[in-house]
């Protein structure tokens, strides 16, 4: 039987079930008057039909897994931070954009950031 045939026979049965407590209440009986026991086996339904849902729910099998996800952000940013870098050191700066990739250009920034008069 498909997942899809079972959803729908449990749905099926949930309202078969619901629809026989309606019947079964008496007129006397009001929402207002209520007794403690019975607000008591309305949780406890709601509960179980939790539990079933929870159960029947087929496990959700990713494409993409979460470790893959970070991997690729990962090096997504750090190639932003190159291309950016490059086009405002190259670009906007009138420089060689791949001199902003080398160690001697941000060792005579850094020099003349913390120069000392």
Do not use: C
Not at 26 to 42: D, I, V
Not at 68 to 93: D, E, Q
């Amino acid at each position: 039987m498909s997942t899809n045939q079972s959803e729908k026979n449990s749905r099926r049965a949930l309202k078969e079930e619901k629809h026989a407590t309606k019947k079964t209440k008496t007129p006397k009986e009001s929402p207002k008057g209520s007794s403690a026991s019975e607000k008591q086996s309305r949780k406890q339904q709601k509960l179980k039909q939790k539990e079933e849902k929870r159960k029947n729910r087929r496990p959700r099998r990713r494409i993409f897994p979460i470790w893959l996800r970070i991997i690729v952000v990962l090096i997504l940013t750090a190639a932003a931070l190159v291309a950016g870098l490059m086009i405002g050191y190259g670009v906007i700066g009138d420089g060689v954009p791949t001199d902003a990739l080398k160690k001697e250009t941000w060792q005579h920034i850094i020099d003349i950031v913390t120069k000392e008069e």
